[in-house]
């Protein structure tokens, strides 16, 4: 439960976005072709994760999916 409690915690949720954000540029700016476009799309999950404040790994480690449950 540690690590959903980390990651619905304001660093945890900024590391999601930051994350998100890092991969849409990477599959833009550095991948070419559609192995860019798939980790842009990829990097959509973490980024809107950490906008809507929910935690899409934590039921695989037995937490809650809405972090407002963890609280």
Sequence with gaps: MGFARFMSSLVGRLL???AGIALI?????VVRGTG???LA??????LVAGISHVCV???LFGGPFF????K
């Excluded at 540029?25 to 700016?29: M, P, W």
Aim: aromatic content about 4%; proline content about 8%; cysteine-free.
């Design 67 to 70: 972090a407002k449950d963890i």
């Design 41 to 46: 799309i990829v990097g959509l999950v973490p």
């Design 57 to 59: 790994f934590a039921p």
């Design 25 to 29: 540029v990477v599959g833009l700016a």
């Design 36 to 38: 860019g476009i798939i």
């Design 16 to 18: 999601r976005i930051v």
